[in-house]
């Protein structure tokens, strides 16, 4: 039973014996959600549920209201307002984010009839035709948390949709292949691996940081240009210049580092870290031209 | 560029087969590309992204799939600051401004560290994110503007920076206005194109229009500057203003530039006004208190001290407004406050036909004059005054 005590501006409303904070009510008329058929019960149990997801359970007040005004809160109330079935937030969801969907499934697919599957499907989802058992469509809008913005969601869950019906498979197969060809040429090398050599390099790597080995990653085993990881990092492009630079110098150091202390002399561990330079500079050329085609 | 020794590209490469677990939905990767995410959820979204191909491709397609925009900040060439000048020039001749000061700030952790470092502080009530949905209040100054501060402002802007622009309204120079002449409402909407949008509406009758596009290079900004003739020479201070602090903020979504752009900081002043929070416990706490006490915060929530207004009262219904505080529960029992809590007046509520005596359930005291009760068994009872006289409706 909703026991809705509403009253003046600094105060705590019950809703089924819960206990809402005043600041739910700013939030709400941010929001707009009247304009777009969400109701302010269902507001306020939305911004549980996100703070649910996001915190842990002893997170303070402060950092829960600290997450709630961080939201996008006009995005989140039109996108659940959506999901709970309102025409007249689904009517203002397509006038703003129809033509961007397709536009954006067709940056992401580039093959026009791929791209208009992945849109449509997405629109599907989107509207919901699935149903619950109580009769009431499962939209994909009521997944939406708001932490990033409504159009960003889109394109993301494009991409990702996009990657795991077309791209998985592919990339399973030229990696097995690339594992391969690595494997034939190191069989094909007159001195085999040293055993050290693993675990310094291992060592090593795990002495980055997540967002130095995921700008290796992106850089060494993707092929991407400076410019698209400096876009995906939020950074200068010069920025990621330097920092691939550095990166690639420290880890040899530490390698060599990791080497010695595993027995092995300077001369040696420069070495075993130099073989087969050439063979790695064809490889990176030839992943990249694959990637062009 | 260095190369990569092959066993260690081989094992990154290995790393990213072991364990793919855990991919972060697309609340969390779109977050990432926005730069939305916590220092904590950054590193955990990184390292999983550092491990993950597939999650790579992902975020750089949507990255991808935006159009194409120009960086601003980054990307300001000297060309640009003379166009600027331009604008600057063009701007004289209007009698107000807004001075907006833009500093650079040495690059450094993303604007998120230092919402966590005021997480921190106990003393603070609920930090605004002034970038995100606050609506901030911008005051027009109407008088006379400082030549210099606009001066040193934009040319701090176009100053070669490595993508890293703070823009903060310079506070002093609004406050030191005497006549406060308009009043706009900024409001960051959900965006026309791809970037985040400012857009200002002065709650005057003249409406600024919506930018068709977010992000231009200063050139560009003053040539679609020029053609919003038709705006009075007040929101043309405005328009320009804040211009720039669109552009920034389209530069930041589009993840050009790490920090975010600082809404005028009063804004956070609005918002976080210190007040008295009310509360009943609705459960038994810690503390052995029975069900219905009458709580008050003065930390925006962090604790809690029990009001002790009665023995025999078990309260159920708290509303304040302002200073003034009511306090209804069990057996008519009623109680007001005019300052805040500090002192308390019992209240009885009656009128010629007979006196409220079921348990109070709400309150509304929106109206301080105007308070109106309701009770369990339906009852409703207001007083237009304040709760001197009641009437029974």
């Known amino acids: 039973m909703k026991q809705a005590v509403e009253s003046g501006a600094r105060v705590w409303v019950r809703i089924d014996n819960r206990r809402i904070p005043a600041y739910f009510d700013d939030l709400y008329a941010k929001s707009g959600g009247e304009r777009y058929g969400l109701g302010f019960a269902d507001f306020a149990t939305i911004l549980e549920e996100v703070a649910r997801q996001y915190l842990s359970a002893d997170a303070t007040p402060a950092e829960v209201a600290e997450l709630h005004h961080s939201l996008r809160l006009e995005e989140l109330a039109l996108a659940r307002a959506c999901a709970n079935g309102s025409e007249a937030a689904w009517e203002y969801f397509l006038n703003r984010y129809r033509q961007k969907l397709y536009d954006a499934a067709g940056a992401i697919a580039r093959e026009e009839s791929v791209a208009r599957e992945l849109a449509d499907s997405l629109y599907t989802d989107l509207f919901g035709t699935r149903q619950s058992e109580d009769g009431r469509r499962i939209s994909k809008l009521a997944s939406y948390t708001g932490r990033g913005s409504l159009e960003g969601w889109l394109r993301t869950v494009l991409a990702q949709e996009y990657v795991n019906r077309y791209r ?3 990339r399973l197969v030229s990696f097995d292949e690339k594992v391969q060809t690595l494997q034939q040429r190191e069989a094909r090398t007159d001195v085999p691996a040293d055993p050290r050599l693993e675990p310094a390099v291992d060592a090593a790597l795990r002495e980055l940081s997540a967002e130095e080995r995921l700008i290796l990653a992106s850089y060494y085993l993707d092929g991407r240009t400076l410019a698209e990881i400096a876009r995906m990092l939020g950074v200068h492009e010069s920025t990621i210049s330097r920092r691939v630079e550095r990166i690639t110098a420290s880890l040899r150091k530490r390698i060599v580092h990791g080497l010695r202390e595993r027995g092995m002399d300077a001369r040696a561990a420069g070495e075993a870290l130099n073989a087969d330079v050439r063979d790695l500079t064809l490889d990176v050329r030839a992943r990249l031209q694959e990637k062009k085609t | 560029m260095a190369e990569l020794p092959k066993i260690v590209e081989q094992r990154l490469a290995q790393q990213a087969a072991a364990g793919n677990a855990g991919h972060p939905d697309a609340n969390l990767l779109a977050a990432f590309a926005e730069h939305a995410l916590v220092e904590r959820e950054r590193a955990a979204v990184s390292a999983h992204l550092a491990q993950c191909a597939d999650c790579r491709e992902s975020l750089a397609l949507a990255i991808a799939s935006q159009p194409e925009t120009e960086l601003v900040a980054a990307h300001a060439t000297k060309r640009d600051w003379f166009a600027e000048w331009r604008w600057v020039g063009a701007a004289a ?27 921190a502080s106990p003393a603070n009530t609920p930090p605004v994110r002034e970038d995100r949905n606050a609506q901030p209040r911008v005051q027009i100054a109407g008088a006379r503007r400082s030549k210099k501060v606009e001066r040193i402002g934009l040319a ?9 622009v703070a823009v903060q309204e310079h506070m002093a120079a609004v406050q030191e206005q005497p ?15 791809t970037s985040a949008e400012v857009t200002i509406r002065p709650n005057e009758p003249s409406v600024l229009p919506a930018p068709s596009t977010t992000l231009l290079p200063p050139a560009s900004k003053a040539q679609a500057f020029r053609a919003e003739t038709s705006e009075d020479a007040q929101t043309k201070k405005e ?3 804040l211009q720039a602090l669109r552009a920034r903020a389209g530069a ?5 530039i790490t920090r975010a752009p600082v809404m005028p900081t009063r804004a956070k002043s609005a918002l976080s006004n210190a007040s008295v929070l009310w509360s009943i416990n609705a459960s038994p706490t810690a503390a052995g208190n029975p069900r219905g006490v009458v709580e008050r915060s003065t930390d925006a929530g962090k604790t809690w001290e029990a009001v002790p207004l009665g023995d025999n009262v078990s309260f159920r219904a708290v509303a304040s407004s302002g200073q003034n505080v ?11 406050s005019s300052d805040a809590g500090a002192h308390w007046e019992r209240i009885t509520v009656a009128d010629e036909n007979g006196t409220l005596t079921g348990t109070i359930i709400t309150i509304d005291a929106a109206d301080p004059k105007l308070i109106k009760i309701t009770t369990r068994s339906g009852e409703r009872w207001t007083s237009p005054d304040g709760g001197r006289r009641w009437t029974q409706q």
């Open chain 2, 156 to 164: 701090e802007v176009v100053a070669p920076a490595p993508g890293m």
């Open chain 2, 179 to 193: 006549a406060l002449k308009e009043k706009a409402t900024l409001e960051v909407r959900p965006p026309e194109t």
């Open chain 2, 252 to 256: 930041f979504a589009q993840g050009m």
């Open chain 1, 168 to 170: 998985r498979q592919s």
């Open chain 2, 239 to 241: 328009t320009q203003a």
């Open chain 2, 93 to 119: 001749a209007a009698c107000c401004v807004v001075g907006i000061v833009l500093q650079v700030q040495p690059p450094q952790a993303p604007v998120v560290r230092k919402i966590e470092q005021t997480v």
């Open chain 2, 326 to 336: 009511w306090a209804g529960g069990t057996g008519g029992t009623l109680f007001h």
